[in-house]
């Protein structure tokens, strides 16, 4: 009997046609958490940049602080006796230059200003962004460190984006006597799931499987559950007063999430805290959107609760 050659390829190529959909599945999902991956890693890259002297019209000098992430590094500028100082927050991939407007024009008003880069950003330390925790270190140690140098002034601070979510994450040694609280995020959840979304635009709804994808890396790359990174929980539990800002057409934080903020802030106080969406404003730089309405609206804010005298 002759012998016949075997097959040269191999017996399972000839798949069932469900087989080859599920091999194509298979490798579509392999790719999607790479992509994943490797953007988790992008975006928890540090932000860092050259800043240098500050401007001569702000008249500040450059300060140094230690804290257990590393130290954190800024401008410091006193002002006037009796009329209070304000820590300045920058938001994501920033530094504290973007907070140099709101910084000038408070000094007009007489306040103390420390401009300050969150960890992992401008020339502070700092080896990962944490969306919060970390940071917080940095931030709990800025405010105490302005509180020490002013002890007979009241201290307020003005956080955006991030930097609020950052100092509502903070283990603070001593509150501050007021707070601005401009886009901050209610969730970690949300604030991944609203950027996706907007980035996919028509494909949105595939966000249901991206955002997963994203926040699982959390306790492997950073050894912190996201579930748990919830400012507005910690917001809920405060009873100085607050002010929370955002724009009615930000998509990153949306109206309805900034209201759920402005609900948490109310929940410790016996009277209801300001609230103020900003017509026509995105995730944007609110100061410089509006920069008129901001300065009555949120500088009102502030000196009511920071004049000593």
């Not at 140094?64 to 800024?74: F, K, L, M, N, T």
Request: charged share 15%; proline share 9%.
């Amino acid at each position: 009997m002759a012998m016949r050659d075997l097959p040269l390829t191999p017996l399972f190529f000839p798949l069932h046609p469900l087989g080859w959909v599920a091999a194509a599945m298979a490798l579509l999902c392999l790719g999607g958490v790479a992509v994943a991956w490797l953007l988790a890693g992008w975006l928890a890259q540090p932000h860092r940049q050259h800043i240098g002297a500050a401007p001569p019209e702000l008249g500040a000098v450059a300060v140094e602080i230690a804290s257990a992430d590393g130290a954190v590094r800024g401008w410091y500028a006193p002002g006037e006796p009796g009329r209070g100082a304000v820590l300045l927050l920058h938001g994501i991939r920033s530094d504290r230059r973007a907070m140099l407007p709101r910084a000038l024009a408070l000094q007009r008003m007489g306040h103390g200003v420390l401009l300050m880069d969150l960890p992992a950003h401008g020339e502070s330390d700092g080896g990962m962004l944490s969306f919060g925790p970390r940071e917080g270190l940095g931030v709990a140690q800025a405010l105490t460190w302005l509180q020490e140098q002013l002890p007979a002034e009241k201290v307020a601070v003005i956080g955006v984006s991030l930097g609020g979510a950052s100092l509502l994450m903070a283990e603070l040694p001593q509150s501050p006597d007021a707070v601005v609280l401009e886009g901050v995020f209610p969730t970690l959840r949300a604030a991944v799931d609203n950027r996706v979304r907007a980035v996919l635009g028509p494909l949105a709804p595939l966000a249901r499987i991206a955002t997963p994808l994203l926040l699982w890396q959390m306790p492997l790359r950073l050894g912190l559950e996201p579930n748990k990174l919830r400012p507005i929980d910690l917001l809920a539990s405060w009873t100085l007063p607050v002010m929370v800002l955002g724009g009615t057409e930000d998509r990153y934080t949306p109206p309805a999430e900034t209201r759920q903020m402005a609900e948490a802030a109310n929940q410790a106080r016996r009277s209801p805290q300001p609230l103020w969406l900003v017509p026509g404003a995105a995730h944007v730089d609110l100061h410089q959107f509006a920069p008129q309405a901001y300065e009555e609206q949120v500088f009102g804010f502030l000196q009511a609760h920071l004049h000593t005298r």
